[in-house]
């Protein structure tokens, strides 16, 4: 069982990047609703604010006031001038995941897991890595499986496309090299894997059709950069009513098969079923309820 599978599911499907120096989004993030918020002190956050965006996203996460929402610091990076004390703080709030932009090996991933140690972040707090540099994405496997208490990966598209020279473009040919490595990594070592952002904001139909791209590579959801990309998230990362209605019909057909004759491969809507679809449809109904789970 992998380490996603082996704790309760939890939707992932929207995941709201704001500037932690930002206080209109700090407030409007409590109405909104996206499955996880990412508290920035990253590149959202001018130099000059850095600090008082530490206090802030700290205190927020220690507030309380945004209900069952996956909360998440973005610090700054290895090697820079705000890293040791952000981590500090980070631990102290103790939100559910640090995030680290710019991991690039495993030695990397252990410094960060003994600083959180060092700092008394509480246990629930896990580590998830940005995969958005070349070296990063070779070191993909190893940066995933470095340590258990790392249990996500987020893709960084901006930097990628930077440090590739490339260009953003519909369906994102330049960097699917690298999204398919981090995919790969992460579903190997049983992690967490969230796409990159579209920045783009007023462009809904490239949003959404990125939206459905990411899901379709087997995405968990979406980074996010604007209170308007949340609900088509939320709806491209859930499971739709027919893939559900479909799911139970598998499962029906096989249970139904297995019972009458035994057998090991049958068809559902003229459709091959063999075990591993049976694995997906449970899969697929598993989301579904997690996430009428949060509806109630
Ligand atoms: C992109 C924005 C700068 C646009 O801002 P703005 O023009 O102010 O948007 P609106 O006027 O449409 O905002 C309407 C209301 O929504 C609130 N708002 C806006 N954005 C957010 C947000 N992200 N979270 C919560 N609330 C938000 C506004 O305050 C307005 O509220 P109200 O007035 O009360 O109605 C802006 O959206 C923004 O700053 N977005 C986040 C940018 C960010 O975090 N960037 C860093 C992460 S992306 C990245 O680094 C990825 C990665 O590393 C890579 O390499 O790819
Ligand atoms: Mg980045």
New binding site residues.
């Given amino acids: 069982m992998s380490r996603q599978e082996s704790t309760t599911f939890k939707p992932l499907r929207s995941v709201?990047?704001?500037?932690s120096s930002?206080e209109?989004?700090?407030?409007?993030?409590k109405t909104?609703p996206a499955d996880a918020i990412?508290f920035?002190l990253?590149?959202?956050v001018a130099p000059d604010a850095k600090v008082a965006a530490r206090a802030a996203a700290a205190a927020a996460v220690q507030s309380g006031e945004y209900g069952s929402r996956h909360l998440i610091i973005?610090i700054n990076g290895i090697g820079t001038e705000w890293h040791d004390d952000d981590i500090k703080a980070a631990a102290a709030a103790g939100p559910d995941v640090v995030l680290v932009?710019k991991v690039n090996s495993a030695d990397e991933v252990r410094q960060l897991v003994d600083a959180l140690a060092a700092a008394g972040a509480p246990e629930k707090t896990t580590l998830w890595a940005?995969v958005?540099t070349p070296i990063g994405m070779l070191n993909a496997l190893s940066i995933a499986t470095a340590s258990e208490r790392l249990s996500g990966f987020?893709?960084?598209?901006?930097?990628?496309v930077?440090e590739l020279y490339a260009e953003h473009v519909p369906g994102r040919g330049p960097v699917i090299t690298g999204l398919g490595l981090a995919l790969l990594a992460a579903r190997a070592a049983g992690i967490v894997i969230i796409d990159?952002?579209y920045n783009d904001?007023k462009n809904i139909d490239g949003f959404l059709a990125e939206c459905e791209q990411g899901r379709q590579m087997g995405f968990d959801g979406k980074?996010?950069?604007?209170?308007?990309q949340v609900e088509g998230a939320n709806t491209a990362f859930a499971p739709s009513e027919q893939a559900v209605a479909d799911a139970r019909g598998l499962i029906q057909a096989w249970d139904d098969a297995r019972k009458s004759s035994g057998a090991g491969v049958v068809t559902y809507n003229g459709k091959m079923v063999e075990n591993l679809h049976v694995e997906s449809a449970e899969r697929t109904l598993a989301i579904h309820e997690a996430i009428q789970a949060l509806a109630v």
Wanted: charged content about 25%; cysteine-free.
């Fill in positions: 709201l990047y704001m500037p930002n209109r989004a700090l407030e409007k993030a909104l990412i920035d990253e590149d959202a973005r932009p940005m958005e987020v893709m960084g598209t901006n930097d990628l930077k990159g952002v904001v980074t996010l950069i604007h209170p308007g």
